[in-house]
């Protein structure tokens, strides 16, 4: 059931500039109450041609979402697919050019609503008390596939999944003489890992990368495509709401989480940015504790920081002194 407070999302003219006139596609879009959601409500309501609404499983949620937006006059349209089966989607090529007047999408938002439940990576489960062996075992064994699983379909569809879409739609974009932009929606905990959520860390990790990895690729058609990355905060959804209270969760980043129009005005406001300014970087949201002002009760001051991933490398004296040579 549709539950959004719709006009949270509309946003300045000076936010709305990353939105208007583009044919939009946002991947995990379905989730009522999710930030898929939040980014097709954004660029619906601000001015948006087209907004294209992927789900997978939450088909229910989704359609309520593209009723909403066709209520308020938004060109939007369903597609269901699973992002990990590249036939499934395939299958949606021609059925999105279609929908967007014979071309192709011109921004492409990569997001998933997926993360894992939690489990305590690489330790051993805790004895229960006369516990024959054989049962422990078999308790262990599943715990195991179980928690792995989980982290599967996180890896599959964030990795899998996100390179899928990119492959698609870049190629289309090449194909059409199109330009389009991507945005690859990660998170913090790609660069400072929570427990209990490996399969989230790794994968959110491994987005961050594929701008430069598209660029290179593209070679002399890189010109037609643009790419960033955005690392977020806890953000109250669906996946999180259970531990909105729980400052051990969320309290070493920000003072409380984020609702899901704040997100999506603060992406508004960057992807509002010009094309050649964010290509290729890596943008991490901060909510910092504020003292309110006089009349206000606001407690989180919200502004982007750019990320940089230095690699660095050194010899080995050992090595370098004894190299192998053949």
Known sequence: MYSAETDRFRFNDDLAGGFAGKRVLITGAGKDGGIGQAFALSAGLNGAESVGVHFHRSYQDGFDLVYKLQEEGVN????????????????????????????????????????????????????????????????????????????????????????????????????HDEEVRFVYVSSRQAIDPGVSVPGYAISNWAVLQLPEVLKVNLGR????????????????????????????????????????????????????????????????????????????????????????????ENDLDWSAGSPLVY
Request: hydrophobic fraction near 40%; charge should be negative; glycine fraction near 6%.
């Open 221 to 312: 058609s890189a010109d037609k495509v643009s790419a960033f990355s955005v690392l977020f905060p806890f953000i109250r959804t669906g996946m999180t709401d259970e531990y909105a209270e729980n400052e051990r969760v969320f309290g070493r980043w920000q003072p409380r989480m984020l609702e899901t129009h704040e997100c999506a005005e603060a992406f508004a406001q960057l992807l509002a940015r010009p094309t050649d300014e964010t290509n290729l970087g890596m943008y991490e949201l901060m909510a910092d504790a504020v003292d309110p002002a006089p009349g206000s009760d606001g407690t989180v001051s919200v502004t982007w920081k750019q990320v940089a991933l230095d690699i660095a």
């Open 76 to 175: 939007a349209f369903p597609v269901q697919a699973d992002v990990t089966n590249l036939r499934d989607l395939w299958a949606t090529r021609s059925y999105i050019i279609d929908q967007l007047g014979g071309r192709p999408p011109s921004l492409v938002i990569c997001n998933s609503g997926l993360t894992e439940k939690g489990y305590s990576f690489g330790r051993a489960l805790k004895e229960v008390e006369d516990e024959p062996i054989a049962i422990r075992r078999a308790r262990v064994r599943q715990h195991f596939i179980d928690n792995l699983s989980e982290s599967q379909l996180v890896l599959d569809t964030k990795i899998d999944g996100f390179l899928a879409v990119t492959h698609l739609w870049a190629g289309e974009a090449v194909y």
